[in-house]
């Protein structure tokens, strides 16, 4: 007996969908087999058994973890909003809706524009003031997040890193503890915080070797995505060349390279 | 309420309307949770899988570009973080012994005892397979995901999940089987 059904048949005769011809010859297969029929036998009772165990119920504490991570996260965003957005929301608060307001509000700023004519000789004096306090709120920001990321609590790095992300220039020194937290920070957030940060800086000449090198330093499949993005969007022929042997490595993971894969081939 | 697809959901959490993770939680907690219960036999650190797969959601919404489905996407991540998860705890990996145990917190204490004898058994079994095994399982058996749905998922052809879930299945009733004496049904 010659047994040419392939094991799709099992599968789809366990669950109903074997119909008209197809099914008729498996099961006339099944009563001359006795090899088949014994599988399918063997087959049949865990099968059946298998669909009527009962869900796992997660304990309540997971969804009240789950919507104290996103109010937190909400809250994060808010802070994060853009200089933009941010001046947006809070012209929106004060400008007037009402035409007649709105054109005292024109006729003030009309005044005000002639004050500042005389104030034109100060200007500059002032000027020098606001350039330094910016400067010095910089360089308070560096401190702040070159601080934070020393910390121990995962989520201090991570705020560290998102503080990062408002400083003007940040400087080499930044960037490189940025690098060092992709390369060795052991939280897998804090590592795909810092990848997200450092690919603001993808224009700096020095990054792409360091990425490149931090890729092949990764363990975490996802922080590996995240690198190559990065790498990808930078559309430069060495990253290309040394993706490509990434993904031919036997121990990069599966799903890395298919990713990998399909992004190479969108670029193409 | 109409009901708004993952991918429009999950657009919208892009564009920072965070509430609508909340949705997506919602839809699949659960699912997630049978899932990593299976794979890490623990209910705590599933538990703490499901979060941190919501966690990277957020973290990676840049990723989603909402080709194909959205669960290849969720499940993609699943995989990724339990990968790392695993990569961390290799030496610390679940004994069988610890297993028996675990997955019958989410059991009902009313079953008849035969009945939970039998699911046991079935624990044990699931238990012996290997994890490639016991995902098509899951996700073909007590999600109910058609078989075009898990290729989607996992990333594979139709044929191979087909051929995954014969081998699943022939193993598991073989485990059953031995440990059982001889089953009698058809
Ligand atoms: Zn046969």
Redesign the interface.
């Given at each position: 007996m010659k047994c040419e059904f392939?094991?799709?048949y099992?599968?789809?005769c366990?669950s109903g969908q074997l119909k008209g011809k197809d099914l008729r010859l498996f099961k006339k297969h099944l009563s001359e087999c006795g090899r088949c029929r014994e599988?399918?036998?063997?087959?049949?009772?865990?099968?059946?058994?298998?669909?009527s165990?009962?869900?796992?119920?997660?304990?309540p504490?997971?969804?009240t973890?789950?919507?104290r991570?996103?109010e937190k996260?909400?809250a994060c965003?808010g802070s994060r909003m853009s200089l933009r957005d941010r001046l947006n929301a809070w012209l929106q608060t004060w400008w007037p809706g009402e035409p007649v307001v709105q054109l005292a509000c024109f006729i003030g700023a009309v005044l005000l524009a002639g004050f500042f004519v005389s104030f034109v000789q100060t200007r500059s004096s002032m000027h020098h003031e606001m350039s330094h306090v910016q400067q010095d709120m910089q360089i308070l920001k560096r401190n702040v997040s070159m601080s934070l990321l020393q910390n121990q609590a995962a989520s201090d790095r991570l705020k560290g890193i998102a503080l990062i992300g408002q400083i003007a220039d940040p400087g080499t020194s930044l960037v490189e503890e940025l690098i060092d937290h992709i390369n060795h920070d052991p939280n897998?957030?804090v590592r795909?915080?810092a990848v997200?940060a450092v690919a603001l800086y993808s224009d700096l000449p020095e990054i792409r070797t360091k990425l490149t090198d931090a890729l092949n330093r990764q363990?975490?499949?996802?922080v590996q995505?995240?690198i190559i993005?990065i790498l990808i969007q930078m559309n430069e022929t060495r990253s290309l060349r040394s993706l490509k042997a990434f993904i031919e490595n036997r121990e990069t993971?599966p799903?890395v390279r298919?990713h990998t894969n399909r992004r190479l081939a969108e670029m193409m | 309420m109409k009901h708004i697809s993952d991918h429009d959901l999950m657009i919208s959490v892009k564009d920072?309307d965070?509430?609508k993770?909340?949705v997506l939680?919602e839809r699949y907690?659960?699912k997630l949770?049978?899932l990593f219960?299976w794979q890490t036999r623990n209910?705590i650190i599933?538990?703490d899988l499901?979060?941190e797969v919501?966690?990277?959601m957020?973290?990676?919404n840049?990723?989603y570009r909402g080709e194909g489905q959205f669960t290849t996407w969720m499940y993609?991540?699943a995989?990724?973080?339990r990968?790392?998860h695993y990569?961390k705890n290799r030496k610390k990996m679940t004994s069988l012994d610890q297993a028996k145990e675990i997955?019958m917190?989410?059991?009902?204490p009313e079953?008849q005892a035969e009945r939970q004898s039998?699911?046991d058994l079935?624990?044990r079994?699931?238990d012996q397979l290997s994890d490639e095994k016991r995902e098509v399982?899951v996700l073909s058996?007590?999600q109910n995901y058609k078989y075009e749905e898990i290729a989607g998922i996992l990333?594979c052809s139709v044929?191979t999940i087909?051929?995954r879930?014969?081998?699943a299945?022939?193993d598991?009733?073989?485990i059953?089987?031995s440990m059982n004496g001889i089953?009698?049904?058809?």
């Amino acid at each position: 007996m010659k047994c040419e059904f392939p094991e799709s048949y099992f599968v789809d005769c366990l669950s109903g969908q074997l119909k008209g011809k197809d099914l008729r010859l498996f099961k006339k297969h099944l009563s001359e087999c006795g090899r088949c029929r014994e599988i399918y036998m063997e087959m049949k009772p865990a099968w059946q058994k298998i669909a009527s165990m009962p869900e796992p119920r997660p304990a309540p504490s997971m969804k009240t973890d789950f919507y104290r991570m996103l109010e937190k996260e909400k809250a994060c965003t808010g802070s994060r909003m853009s200089l933009r957005d941010r001046l947006n929301a809070w012209l929106q608060t004060w400008w007037p809706g009402e035409p007649v307001v709105q054109l005292a509000c024109f006729i003030g700023a009309v005044l005000l524009a002639g004050f500042f004519v005389s104030f034109v000789q100060t200007r500059s004096s002032m000027h020098h003031e606001m350039s330094h306090v910016q400067q010095d709120m910089q360089i308070l920001k560096r401190n702040v997040s070159m601080s934070l990321l020393q910390n121990q609590a995962a989520s201090d790095r991570l705020k560290g890193i998102a503080l990062i992300g408002q400083i003007a220039d940040p400087g080499t020194s930044l960037v490189e503890e940025l690098i060092d937290h992709i390369n060795h920070d052991p939280n897998t957030n804090v590592r795909l915080a810092a990848v997200d940060a450092v690919a603001l800086y993808s224009d700096l000449p020095e990054i792409r070797t360091k990425l490149t090198d931090a890729l092949n330093r990764q363990d975490s499949p996802s922080v590996q995505i995240a690198i190559i993005d990065i790498l990808i969007q930078m559309n430069e022929t060495r990253s290309l060349r040394s993706l490509k042997a990434f993904i031919e490595n036997r121990e990069t993971d599966p799903i890395v390279r298919e990713h990998t894969n399909r992004r190479l081939a969108e670029m193409m | 309420m109409k009901h708004i697809s993952d991918h429009d959901l999950m657009i919208s959490v892009k564009d920072g309307d965070l509430d609508k993770l909340g949705v997506l939680f919602e839809r699949y907690h659960q699912k997630l949770y049978t899932l990593f219960l299976w794979q890490t036999r623990n209910a705590i650190i599933s538990q703490d899988l499901v979060q941190e797969v919501f966690m990277r959601m957020l973290k990676s919404n840049k990723t989603y570009r909402g080709e194909g489905q959205f669960t290849t996407w969720m499940y993609c991540i699943a995989r990724s973080v339990r990968m790392d998860h695993y990569r961390k705890n290799r030496k610390k990996m679940t004994s069988l012994d610890q297993a028996k145990e675990i997955p019958m917190d989410g059991s009902d204490p009313e079953l008849q005892a035969e009945r939970q004898s039998e699911i046991d058994l079935l624990y044990r079994a699931m238990d012996q397979l290997s994890d490639e095994k016991r995902e098509v399982l899951v996700l073909s058996r007590l999600q109910n995901y058609k078989y075009e749905e898990i290729a989607g998922i996992l990333g594979c052809s139709v044929g191979t999940i087909k051929s995954r879930v014969f081998w699943a299945i022939r193993d598991l009733g073989k485990i059953v089987k031995s440990m059982n004496g001889i089953c009698h049904e058809m």
